[in-house]
């Protein structure tokens, strides 16, 4: 299997440049104004200052910001091949080297991995939330427990009439203390839907993918009552161990769907387990845990089918056993991107 051992790496100024170029985009399109991490980590306060600092950093950014305009144009084929050398002073996208592609995947980092979207504001005023790839155990004050999976969020309002949480992003799951005569249901919140505990232990994803929010809720032990929109409180459902509903935003079909527990629950004992599942799909939850994203370059390899068991603390070399068993190839650029292709 071909490596990107030999691939240069993004140097330090580029990594500034780029990390300044998402912060102004940002600045634009949400109205935060601090910098990033990654941006003050350059030393300076605001983008005008590190340009103006010397004429290296201001092409620096012209670059960063030419990557930006043209990420869309990039086409996997270049990706094949290492084109010019990083030196080479086209920067045009006919002559795309790895050095542009690197800039490019940081780029892409920040923007697939969240780190400058609105959802990151939204975990950062969360009463709860994990960092991107670690999953966190939580003891509500009711003594209900919650495993907060990777870049999640939860806000938890208890009252005498309802124990609330919302789940913000990502993925909880819910192992809730019984509700009494003196406890209050257990009701979690997620977009426009609620799913109420009428036994113990149950889980709940809300994200965001290509097709818009997805909501996905799935019981474990005893019954859930899900209401997938609560404007229309006719279409709840009761689930039982092993249902589940998936619900994309603007469907109006919604089917229970029997799951294998020991596979929908993995995650939560450390590991990931696919069977018979598309590529894109695995890529999507590996990207859940990797340290930068894990990019494919061509529509048929997405297609292609992985089953397997893999450790989450392990994601580089569950991507080496994936590429291996489909007859790929992964070029990696360390701490920012790693590109599947045929």
Do not use: C
Not at 65 to 75: C, M, R, T
Not at 83 to 107: E, F, L, M, Q
Not at 165 to 193: C, E, K, Q, Y
């Amino acid at each position: 299997m071909a490596q990107g051992k030999n691939k240069p790496e993004i140097d330090e100024m580029d990594q500034h440049a780029a990390a300044w170029v998402i912060h102004d985009h940002a600045v634009a399109t949400t109205g935060k104004q601090s910098p990033s991490d990654a941006a003050r980590q350059s030393g300076h306060a605001s983008s005008r200052e590190w340009i103006q600092s010397t004429p290296a950093r201001a092409e620096a950014y012209e670059n960063a910001q030419s990557v930006w305009d043209d990420l869309a144009l990039i086409d996997p084929e270049d990706l094949k091949q290492p084109g010019p050398a990083a030196n080479d002073a086209s920067t045009g996208p006919a002559k795309r080297s790895w050095h542009i592609v690197a800039v490019a995947a940081t780029i892409l980092l920040a923007v697939i991995g969240g780190i400058e979207l609105p959802d990151l504001m939204a975990r950062s005023f969360a009463d709860h939330s994990s960092a991107h790839g670690e999953i966190t155990t939580l003891t509500l004050a009711d003594g209900s427990r919650v495993l907060l999976d990777s870049a999640s969020a939860i806000d938890v309002a208890f009252s005498d009439t309802e124990r609330a949480v919302t789940l913000i992003s990502g993925r909880a799951s819910f192992d809730v203390a019984p509700a009494s005569d003196t406890v209050p249901p257990f009701v979690v919140h997620a977009g426009n839907s609620t799913t109420r505990a009428l036994g113990t232990k149950f889980d709940v994803e809300f994200g965001d993918d290509d097709d818009g929010h997805d909501l996905t809720v799935t019981a474990i032990e005893h019954q859930i009552m899900v209401t997938p929109d609560v404007a229309q409180a006719d279409t709840s459902l009761v689930l039982s161990p092993g249902e589940r509903i998936s619900i994309r935003a603007g469907a109006s079909d919604i089917a229970v769907q029997q799951i294998n527990l020991a596979t929908s629950t993995s995650w939560q004992n450390g590991f990931l387990i696919f069977d018979h599942a598309r590529l894109s799909d695995v890529t999507r939850t590996l990207n859940r845990y990797a340290s930068g994203p894990i990019l494919i370059a061509s529509g048929d390899l997405a297609n292609r089918e992985v089953s397997g068991m893999f450790r989450i603390d392990k994601i580089d070399q569950a991507v080496d056993v994936i590429s291996k068993g489909l007859g790929a190839s992964s070029y990696s650029i360390p701490h920012v991107a790693t590109f599947l292709v045929e």
